[in-house]
């Protein structure tokens, strides 16, 4: 997220914290630790990226996660 961390609050950045995040975690499915993810990124508020990101394990189990960042970029 530190390459994203000054970008404007646009929808770009988004889709790029996104990519980030599905190319940080990816190695997951790929070596079946989990089934496969649901991702959702949103300016929660200004100054602030949100990621929700719910892993599905290979057993059903669902692991739901919530992260925030505080963001330094321009408006």
Do not use: C, H
């Amino acid at each position: 997220m530190w390459l994203i961390f000054r970008e404007k609050q646009t929808k770009e950045t988004l889709q790029r914290a996104y990519d980030y995040i599905v190319e940080a975690i990816q190695w997951m499915v790929d070596d079946k630790v989990v089934a496969r993810f649901d991702i959702n990124v949103s300016w929660i508020k200004r100054g602030q990226l949100g990621a929700q990101v719910t892993a599905y394990k290979q057993d059903g189990a669902i692991v739901p996660n919530t992260f925030t960042w505080a963001w330094q970029g321009n408006d």
